[in-house]
């Protein structure tokens, strides 16, 4: 096969697959520049970061300069929502197009499919440089369609001795933050670090967080943009490519470097108004536990302790928000960023002490909503704001149509490049998610314009008025004025996706 170029890709990728797509709005390749040159992508994600945790959405507190800058670019869409507020689950469906029912990578420890195809598979066949730099969360050693692939283990590498106190650290294993990401690596032998490891006193799996050992230029989030900048450096001018660079800040553990960490105060933190304030017999018995004990960080209980957590996870969104601005200065100053697609998001939220909840794992917004920043030249306008409910579900299909591509058959998330290029449509749209399948009590939501549905199986169910009641503390499902569309958004629900079938 010829040597992919761009002065030859139109001819062979673009071109052979632009008859296929149905362009909403846009032409194919939507996002490419006038000269014909097919657009790069760069895909920027974190982990954990909660939806209103940005400048640029109004937030007083945190310092995201860097990210308020690329939403002033760019389109932002502020009721986008991840499928499973879970890292593989969620990832699994941004890079796949399918929702975890039909891509199977269930749970934290399933490895994805082989046969489940991802972004790398579709832009790698039509000559694009593929590349995964970061956090993707793979649980195996397959590299799923990318030709460049770096991640935690590759960090490790780096750091050599220094591995000892990102150990020290973590303190248990935790696939989610490397140590090591693949599980099987240490199955058959056992935790090579037991023994070794001086335990911290916390309560729970993971600590309320504290100032690294570790030096900054050693940190993840420098990793990843060094490392990505040396890709745009090699690669970004001799052939289109599609960039994911993915940060594991502000995800535990919530260890920022002393210089960011001095910028936040425990007691400057003010915990939510709905701290304290949730009705116990108007939610779910599952989420009434985690109310009440946390089990992963049992201090967070504790409004003090709960302040110096939210203080160390601002410090590392700043740490992370740092090191975004240094790759897109450095897609500037290569020239790249005028034929290169950008955008930003998380794989989930963090309650971050709403509803006296923390962390991930629920249907409520600060959990299953996620910040989406979308800049495609020559398309989006600066600093708009869309308010259609949208999901993370769709961002295959919305990038394969900018870029010109085939939309493959059988994907569950539909193009939402119209909206990229008419952000001030309708507020209007249905989104799901799930979470908990193949356990022995799944859980489902409904979010359709302003109202969200979520069931739980043998549980209380909830319906909330997300217009009147942003801070989902009136529970609707049961009362009588509301029972007519509570039951409509059921029937919904259940033909999307039937609760019984993902029992285990």
């Given at each position: ?24 709005g ?17 895909l ?21 300069p ?10 932002r ?10 890292c ?7 890079l ?8 199977r ?60 106190r ?5 303190v ?18 056992g ?6 490891i ?32 040396r890709f ?25 470097p ?44 504790y ?24 790759l897109l ?33 629920f ?5 299953v909503g996620v ?35 085939n ?11 119209r ?9 209007e ?14 859980a ?23 217009r ?37």
């Amino acid at each position: 096969m010829a040597k992919m170029t761009r002065r030859n890709f139109l001819a062979t990728g673009v071109a052979a697959t632009a008859g296929a797509v149905t362009p909403r709005g846009v032409s194919a390749p939507a996002g490419g520049r006038a000269d014909g040159n097919p657009p790069n992508v760069l895909l920027i994600m974190s982990d954990q970061h909660t939806r209103n945790a940005l400048g640029a959405s109004g937030n007083s507190v945190v310092r995201t300069p860097n990210l308020d800058a690329l939403a002033r670019s760019a389109v932002r869409l502020d009721n986008a929502y991840c499928t499973y507020p879970v890292c593989v689950c969620s990832r699994a469906s941004l890079l796949s197009g399918l929702y975890t029912h039909n891509h199977r990578a269930y749970n934290n420890s399933t490895p994805w499919p082989f046969e489940v195809k991802t972004l790398g598979h579709y832009f790698g066949r039509v000559g694009y440089m593929t590349g995964m730099i970061g956090k993707m969360h793979f649980v195996d050693a397959q590299t799923h369609g990318f030709d460049y692939k770096l991640d935690f283990n590759d960090w490790h590498q780096y750091l050599g001795p220094k591995s000892q106190r990102v150990a020290e650290e973590i303190v248990d294993p935790n696939s989610g933050s490397g140590l090591p990401q693949i599980d099987d690596l240490w199955r058959d032998s056992g935790d090579p670090w037991t023994g070794l490891i001086p335990q911290d006193g916390r309560q729970g799996y993971t600590s309320i967080g504290r100032i690294s050992a570790l030096a900054e230029e050693d940190h993840f989030e420098n990793f990843v943009a060094r490392e990505s900048i040396r890709f745009l450096r090699n690669h970004g001018k001799k052939q289109p490519f599609f960039l994911i660079s993915s940060f594991l800040k502000p995800h535990d553990p919530v260890t920022p470097p002393e210089r960011f960490a001095k910028m936040f105060h425990a007691p400057d933190m003010k915990l939510p108004d709905t701290w304290g304030m949730v009705k116990m017999d108007t939610i779910p018995a599952s989420v009434q536990r985690q109310v009440k004990y946390c089990w992963w960080a049992p201090e967070l209980r504790y409004p003090e302790m709960g302040k110096v957590h939210m203080a160390l996870y601002y410090s590392c969104l700043a740490h992370m928000d740092d090191n975004v601005g240094k790759l897109l200065r450095a897609l500037t100053d290569l020239g790249l960023d005028e034929n290169t697609i950008v955008l930003y998001t998380s794989d989930h939220g963090e309650m971050l002490g709403e509803h006296g909840l923390w962390g991930k794992m629920f249907f409520y917004e600060g959990s299953v909503g996620v910040p989406l920043i979308f800049r495609v030249p020559g398309i989006t306008p600066p600093n708009a704001q869309c308010l259609a409910p949208v999901s993370l579900v769709q961002l295959a299909p919305t990038l394969l149509e900018l870029c010109g591509l085939n939309i493959p058959v059988g994907l569950d998330g539909t193009s939402m490049a119209r909206l990229l290029h008419q952000p001030n449509a309708p507020a209007e749209g249905t989104v799901f998610a799930e979470m908990s399948l193949k356990t022995h009590q799944p859980a489902f939501m409904i979010r359709q314009n302003n109202l969200k549905y979520s069931y739980y199986m043998d549980d209380l169910d909830e319906l909330y008025d997300l217009r009147s009641d942003p801070a989902e503390m009136k529970n609707l499902s049961q009362l009588l004025e509301f029972r007519e569309k509570r039951d409509e958004l059921k029937r919904q629900l259940f033909a999307w996706q039937k609760p019984e079938a993902q029992i285990a």
